[in-house]
């Protein structure tokens, strides 16, 4: 089992920044690659960022130049910077975590989830 705690999330005005964090504990040596996805109400879940334990990155062109995802392994923790935040940007942010070194964008290959942390931008 891996146990993952996203933090961070809160309300900030549109073109405002945040910065997610997620620790991860528990049987950390089966986890290879780590991912943030959302959520918005009504919407699917969307692919934000993955990152690998090589430091190897995913990140879609919805956020590519906003959002940069990096990691401390040492200390077990992933982090999302999000800058130049919108509206859109307004849902639950999860991280997940998965035992195939690939980013991928794929939620089927991420194992182990948190609960989520809000986001919330205004205009």
């Known amino acids: 089992q891996v146990q993952l705690v996203e933090s961070g999330g809160g309300e900030v005005q549109a073109g405002g920044s945040l910065r997610l964090s997620c620790v991860a504990s528990g049987r950390i040596l089966v986890t290879y690659a780590m991912g943030w996805f959302r959520q918005a109400p009504g919407k699917e879940r969307e692919f934000v960022a993955a990152?690998?334990?090589?430091?190897?990155?995913n990140t879609p062109s919805s956020v590519l130049g906003r959002f940069i995802i990096s990691a401390d392994n040492a200390k077990n923790i992933v982090y999302l910077q999000m800058n130049s935040l919108r509206p859109d940007d307004t849902a639950v942010y999860y991280c997940?975590?998965?035992?195939?070194?690939?980013?991928?964008?794929?939620?089927?290959?991420?194992?182990?989830w948190g609960q989520g942390t809000q986001v919330t931008v205004s205009s």
């Open positions: 997940a975590s998965s035992p195939i070194p690939t980013p991928s964008e794929s939620a089927n290959q991420y194992v182990y």
């Open positions: 990152i690998n334990r090589g430091g190897s990155t």
